[in-house]
Each structure stands twice: as structure tokens, then as C-alpha cells.
Nanobody, 125 residues
């Protein structure tokens, strides 16, 4: 069974940090681009970051540039999203997704066909 499982979410104060993990089971992530997306209730899915299959190309939403860093460890079959200087507006459910048709980094959710269940990130004092 092909699965992506996110972890690392939680409650953090403004200015704090979290590291989200996206672990794959049932398939290897080596050949696939991985994206992180987020969604608040009643709002559209927003692309946060993506990384190419090789790890050589990354992209970030303007709202998180300079604060978030995406990385991948293919040996561990895991992709990470390091989130620093968190703001209340970063509060969302965060999803990771894998694209089996795209090796390049793309921020469009329609290019991704495997999704995790999501992890809640809440930034509040």
C-alpha cells in the first residue's frame, strides 16, 4: 500500500520553529517531486514549497521564503519542511504530496497524485 505520512505538527508560539516530516511507505520517493501544501478551513489549498526528485531544485511561496526550508533524505525515504520564525498566519493543516508524473519542482497541486493525511500546525501565544 502506497502511503505518505506527515508528522511534526503541533502548537508553537510565534517566532518558534517546527520541523515537519513526510515519510513514504510502499514506494520510494527517489524519482518523484515532493510538495508541501497547506489549507485552512474554508480556504483553497496553498502551495508552500516543493523539491525536485534530485533535491537540486526547490521553490517556496513568497509568504514563507527565508523562513521555511525543504529538504529530502532519499536514504530515509523522507522529506522535511523546516519552519522557522513561525507566524500566526502559518496556522493550517499541512500536507505533503508526491508526484509520480513530475520529477521537477512544481507548486501546482494538480501535478501531485499521492497525498498524506495532513498534520495540524498552530501558531499561537
Amino acid at each position: 500500500q502506497l502511503q505518505l505520512v506527515e508528522s511534526g505538527g503541533g502548537l508553537v508560539q510565534p517566532g518558534g520553529s517546527l520541523r515537519l516530516s513526510c515519510a513514504a511507505s510502499g514506494f520510494t520517493l527517489d524519482y518523484y517531486a515532493i510538495g508541501w501544501f497547506r489549507q485552512a478551513p474554508g480556504k483553497a489549498l496553498e502551495g508552500v514549497s516543493c523539491i525536485s526528485s534530485s533535491g537540486g531544485s526547490t521553490n517556496y511561496a513568497d509568504s514563507v521564503k527565508g523562513r521555511f526550508t525543504i529538504s529530502r533524505d532519499n536514504a530515509k525515504n523522507t522529506v522535511y519542511l523546516q519552519m522557522n520564525s513561525l507566524k500566526p498566519e502559518d496556522t493550517d493543516v499541512y500536507y505533503c504530496a508526491a508526484s509520480t508524473v513530475q520529477a521537477m519542482c512544481v507548486m501546482y497541486y494538480g501535478e501531485y497524485d499521492y497525498w498524506g493525511q495532513g498534520t495540524q500546525v498552530t501558531v499561537s501565544s
